[in-house]
């Protein structure tokens, strides 16, 4: 399974509060993801933290959208098999185009990685 469908079936949105969406998503061991990123001591990689933005994103705002660019990406602390990511974002939506702003904690609230993004509305 790859990334965005494993984020469309596990994906569970929590309520909302003014504005802010926040999800649950538990990364099991096997996720396919880790099998060739350091595969004795997996961690998971960079580049799934904005495919995971967008796909919450989607499911949050109920839209079909497409991430077209990244504002800024940051990574704090490494996430490693098994984690249950705590993901909370703020959206805006302008005419063209949908704006982000999500960030990544663990169980623990670590913070593990910030993604800013843009979004494009997809008919």
Sequence with gaps: MNVPEMVDRN???LETESGSYRALLHIDSDFVAFRG???DEPILPGITY????????CKALNKTLILTALKRTKFFQPAFPGVTLHISGKFTDNTENITGDVIFTDD???KLSQVKLTLEKYA
Excluded: M
Aim: hydrophobic share 55%; proline share 12%.
């Design 108 to 110: 623990a609230s670590n």
């Design 37 to 39: 990123h350091f595969p």
């Design 50 to 57: 904005p495919v995971i933005a967008e796909r919450f994103a």
């Design 11 to 13: 994906l569970q949105l």
